[in-house]
Protein backbone atom coordinates (compact mmCIF):
# COMPACT_ATOMS: atom_id res chain seq x y z
CA UNK A 1 0.00 0.00 0.00
CA UNK A 2 1.75 3.26 -1.37
CA UNK A 3 -0.56 5.76 1.05
CA UNK A 4 -1.88 7.37 -1.47
CA UNK A 5 -5.82 6.90 -2.17
CA UNK A 6 -7.84 7.39 -5.18
CA UNK A 7 -11.74 7.57 -5.65
CA UNK A 8 -14.09 6.36 -6.67
CA UNK A 9 -12.13 3.09 -8.08
CA UNK A 10 -14.51 2.51 -11.79
CA UNK A 11 -16.69 4.84 -13.34
CA UNK A 12 -18.95 4.76 -16.08
CA UNK A 13 -20.49 7.52 -17.64
CA UNK A 14 -21.56 8.94 -20.90
CA UNK A 15 -20.20 11.00 -23.51
CA UNK A 16 -20.40 14.44 -23.41
CA UNK A 17 -20.63 13.98 -19.06
CA UNK A 18 -18.17 15.49 -16.71
CA UNK A 19 -16.53 13.06 -13.49
CA UNK A 20 -14.47 14.20 -10.90
CA UNK A 21 -11.43 12.23 -10.17
CA UNK A 22 -10.24 12.40 -6.69
CA UNK A 23 -6.33 11.80 -4.87
CA UNK A 24 -5.17 12.18 -1.46
CA UNK A 25 -1.39 12.32 -1.23
CA UNK A 26 0.69 10.37 1.35
CA UNK A 27 1.26 12.16 4.59
CA UNK A 28 3.55 14.43 4.14
CA UNK A 29 3.64 14.95 1.08
CA UNK A 30 2.81 18.30 -0.67
CA UNK A 31 3.27 17.06 -4.68
CA UNK A 32 0.77 15.47 -6.43
CA UNK A 33 1.11 14.20 -10.34
CA UNK A 34 -2.27 12.70 -12.78
CA UNK A 35 -1.78 10.20 -15.24
CA UNK A 36 -3.53 8.48 -17.75
CA UNK A 37 -3.00 5.12 -18.97
CA UNK A 38 -4.77 3.92 -22.27
CA UNK A 39 -4.45 0.86 -24.65
CA UNK A 40 -3.66 3.72 -27.61
CA UNK A 41 -1.52 6.27 -25.73
CA UNK A 42 0.34 4.22 -23.05
CA UNK A 43 1.32 6.15 -19.67
CA UNK A 44 1.16 9.96 -20.18
CA UNK A 45 1.73 12.51 -17.16
CA UNK A 46 -0.93 15.06 -17.04
CA UNK A 47 -0.21 17.76 -14.80
CA UNK A 48 1.77 18.28 -11.45
CA UNK A 49 0.59 20.79 -8.42
CA UNK A 50 2.81 21.27 -5.44
CA UNK A 51 1.24 22.87 -2.73
CA UNK A 52 -1.68 24.07 -4.09
CA UNK A 53 0.29 25.56 -6.73
CA UNK A 54 0.30 24.33 -10.54
CA UNK A 55 3.96 22.97 -11.32
CA UNK A 56 3.92 21.25 -14.06
CA UNK A 57 1.64 20.75 -17.15
CA UNK A 58 2.01 17.63 -19.62
CA UNK A 59 -0.61 15.95 -22.37
CA UNK A 60 -3.34 17.45 -20.15
CA UNK A 61 -6.34 18.53 -23.15
CA UNK A 62 -8.02 21.27 -22.37
CA UNK A 63 -11.79 19.67 -21.31
CA UNK A 64 -9.38 18.46 -18.67
CA UNK A 65 -8.27 20.47 -15.62
CA UNK A 66 -7.25 19.56 -11.93
CA UNK A 67 -6.77 21.56 -8.43
CA UNK A 68 -4.62 20.94 -5.37
CA UNK A 69 -6.72 22.00 -1.79
CA UNK A 70 -4.90 23.48 0.99
CA UNK A 71 -5.72 20.23 2.57
CA UNK A 72 -3.56 19.09 -0.41
CA UNK A 73 -5.81 16.72 -1.77
CA UNK A 74 -6.40 16.81 -5.38
CA UNK A 75 -8.96 16.51 -7.99
CA UNK A 76 -8.98 15.86 -11.84
CA UNK A 77 -11.64 17.11 -13.33
CA UNK A 78 -12.61 15.78 -16.91
CA UNK A 79 -15.70 17.56 -19.07
CA UNK A 80 -17.45 16.79 -22.64
CA UNK A 81 -15.88 13.06 -21.87
CA UNK A 82 -15.00 11.33 -25.01
CA UNK A 83 -14.89 7.78 -25.88
CA UNK A 84 -11.09 8.06 -26.15
CA UNK A 85 -11.15 9.12 -22.54
CA UNK A 86 -11.86 5.86 -21.69
CA UNK A 87 -8.21 4.92 -19.25
CA UNK A 88 -6.88 4.34 -16.07
CA UNK A 89 -6.24 7.31 -14.56
CA UNK A 90 -3.21 7.51 -11.61
CA UNK A 91 -2.41 10.17 -9.24
CA UNK A 92 1.18 9.79 -7.53
CA UNK A 93 2.71 12.32 -4.69
CA UNK A 94 5.89 13.04 -3.29
CA UNK A 95 7.30 14.72 -0.85
CA UNK A 96 8.63 18.07 -2.76
CA UNK A 97 8.20 19.89 -6.15
CA UNK A 98 11.58 18.03 -7.31
CA UNK A 99 10.47 15.25 -9.93
CA UNK A 100 13.21 13.26 -9.29
CA UNK A 101 11.60 12.89 -6.04
CA UNK A 102 10.01 8.96 -5.83
CA UNK A 103 6.70 9.27 -6.85
CA UNK A 104 4.55 6.79 -4.90
CA UNK A 105 1.09 5.96 -6.81
CA UNK A 106 -2.32 5.52 -5.99
CA UNK A 107 -4.35 2.54 -7.33
CA UNK A 108 -5.87 4.19 -10.10
CA UNK A 109 -9.23 5.14 -11.46
CA UNK A 110 -10.08 2.83 -13.97
CA UNK A 111 -12.45 5.25 -16.30
CA UNK A 112 -15.14 3.99 -18.94
CA UNK A 113 -16.79 6.42 -20.99
CA UNK A 114 -20.07 4.21 -22.98
CA UNK B 1 9.99 14.52 -30.66
CA UNK B 2 11.10 13.39 -27.42
CA UNK B 3 10.13 10.15 -26.70
CA UNK B 4 11.00 6.59 -24.87
CA UNK B 5 11.40 3.63 -26.26
CA UNK B 6 11.11 0.01 -25.28
CA UNK B 7 11.71 -2.01 -27.85
CA UNK B 8 10.11 -5.00 -26.68
CA UNK B 9 6.22 -5.73 -25.80
CA UNK B 10 7.30 -9.07 -23.78
CA UNK B 11 10.34 -10.43 -22.54
CA UNK B 12 10.44 -14.24 -21.44
CA UNK B 13 12.82 -16.05 -18.71
CA UNK B 14 13.11 -18.70 -17.13
CA UNK B 15 13.56 -18.74 -12.90
CA UNK B 16 16.87 -18.39 -11.81
CA UNK B 17 18.25 -16.57 -15.26
CA UNK B 18 19.45 -13.29 -15.54
CA UNK B 19 17.09 -10.78 -16.91
CA UNK B 20 17.42 -7.30 -19.33
CA UNK B 21 14.57 -5.20 -20.08
CA UNK B 22 15.99 -2.47 -22.66
CA UNK B 23 15.27 1.02 -23.13
CA UNK B 24 16.18 3.78 -24.86
CA UNK B 25 15.56 7.01 -25.02
CA UNK B 26 15.14 10.31 -27.40
CA UNK B 27 15.04 13.17 -24.99
CA UNK B 28 17.22 16.05 -25.30
CA UNK B 29 19.57 17.23 -22.81
CA UNK B 30 20.56 15.25 -19.33
CA UNK B 31 17.20 13.76 -18.78
CA UNK B 32 16.49 12.12 -15.56
CA UNK B 33 15.90 8.05 -16.52
CA UNK B 34 13.99 5.98 -13.97
CA UNK B 35 12.44 2.49 -14.17
CA UNK B 36 8.67 1.22 -12.53
CA UNK B 37 6.74 -2.06 -12.52
CA UNK B 38 3.34 -2.74 -12.37
CA UNK B 39 1.35 -5.34 -10.92
CA UNK B 40 -2.12 -6.43 -12.37
CA UNK B 41 -4.21 -4.14 -11.07
CA UNK B 42 -2.31 -1.87 -9.24
CA UNK B 43 -0.81 1.32 -10.00
CA UNK B 44 2.83 1.86 -10.70
CA UNK B 45 5.87 1.26 -7.79
CA UNK B 46 9.38 3.29 -8.19
CA UNK B 47 12.15 0.73 -8.65
CA UNK B 48 15.21 2.62 -9.54
CA UNK B 49 16.57 5.93 -11.34
CA UNK B 50 19.48 7.51 -12.22
CA UNK B 51 20.22 11.24 -12.17
CA UNK B 52 24.25 11.43 -12.46
CA UNK B 53 26.93 9.82 -11.24
CA UNK B 54 27.60 5.96 -11.56
CA UNK B 55 26.38 4.49 -14.49
CA UNK B 56 24.98 1.35 -12.46
CA UNK B 57 22.29 1.91 -10.64
CA UNK B 58 20.68 -0.53 -7.76
CA UNK B 59 16.99 -0.42 -6.85
CA UNK B 60 14.58 -2.36 -5.20
CA UNK B 61 14.07 -6.14 -5.83
CA UNK B 62 17.55 -6.45 -6.78
CA UNK B 63 16.86 -4.59 -9.63
CA UNK B 64 19.69 -2.58 -11.35
CA UNK B 65 19.64 -0.41 -14.67
CA UNK B 66 22.47 0.55 -16.32
CA UNK B 67 23.02 3.53 -17.80
CA UNK B 68 24.80 4.23 -21.47
CA UNK B 69 24.66 8.16 -22.62
CA UNK B 70 26.76 7.00 -26.00
CA UNK B 71 23.64 4.68 -26.64
CA UNK B 72 21.20 6.39 -25.18
CA UNK B 73 20.26 3.41 -23.12
CA UNK B 74 18.67 2.37 -19.51
CA UNK B 75 18.68 -1.22 -19.78
CA UNK B 76 17.07 -2.72 -16.87
CA UNK B 77 18.43 -5.83 -15.67
CA UNK B 78 18.26 -8.81 -12.61
CA UNK B 79 20.96 -11.27 -12.01
CA UNK B 80 18.30 -14.16 -10.98
CA UNK B 81 14.79 -13.80 -12.07
CA UNK B 82 11.58 -15.06 -10.07
CA UNK B 83 8.21 -15.61 -11.12
CA UNK B 84 7.31 -12.72 -8.62
CA UNK B 85 9.05 -10.39 -10.71
CA UNK B 86 6.50 -11.17 -14.05
CA UNK B 87 4.65 -7.32 -14.20
CA UNK B 88 4.75 -4.64 -16.70
CA UNK B 89 7.76 -2.66 -16.24
CA UNK B 90 7.79 0.68 -17.68
CA UNK B 91 10.67 3.50 -18.53
CA UNK B 92 10.98 7.00 -18.60
CA UNK B 93 12.79 10.00 -18.96
CA UNK B 94 12.04 13.54 -17.29
CA UNK B 95 13.55 16.61 -18.42
CA UNK B 96 12.36 20.15 -18.71
CA UNK B 97 9.07 19.74 -16.85
CA UNK B 98 7.80 16.65 -18.68
CA UNK B 99 7.60 13.22 -18.01
CA UNK B 100 7.73 10.54 -21.15
CA UNK B 101 7.02 6.85 -20.50
CA UNK B 102 7.79 3.94 -22.93
CA UNK B 103 5.07 1.69 -24.11
CA UNK B 104 5.68 -0.47 -21.05
CA UNK B 105 7.31 -4.31 -21.85
CA UNK B 106 5.55 -7.23 -19.93
CA UNK B 107 7.70 -9.49 -18.61
CA UNK B 108 7.33 -13.29 -18.00
CA UNK B 109 9.02 -15.05 -15.58
CA UNK B 110 8.64 -19.54 -15.96
CA UNK B 111 9.07 -21.47 -13.54
Known amino acids: DSGVTQTPKHLITATGQRVTLRCSPR?????VYWYQQSLDQGLQFLIQYYNGEERAKGNILERFSAQQFPDLHSELNLSSLELGDSALYFC?????????????FGPGTRLTVL | AQSVAQPEDQVNVAEGNPLTVKCTYSVSGNPYLFWYVQYPNRGLQFLLK??????LVKGSYGFEAEFNKSQTSFHLKKPSALVSDSALYFCAAYNFNKFYFGSGTKLNVKP
Open chain 2, 50 to 55: YITGDN
Open chain 1, 92 to 104: ASSSSDTRTDTQY
Open chain 1, 27 to 31: SGDLS
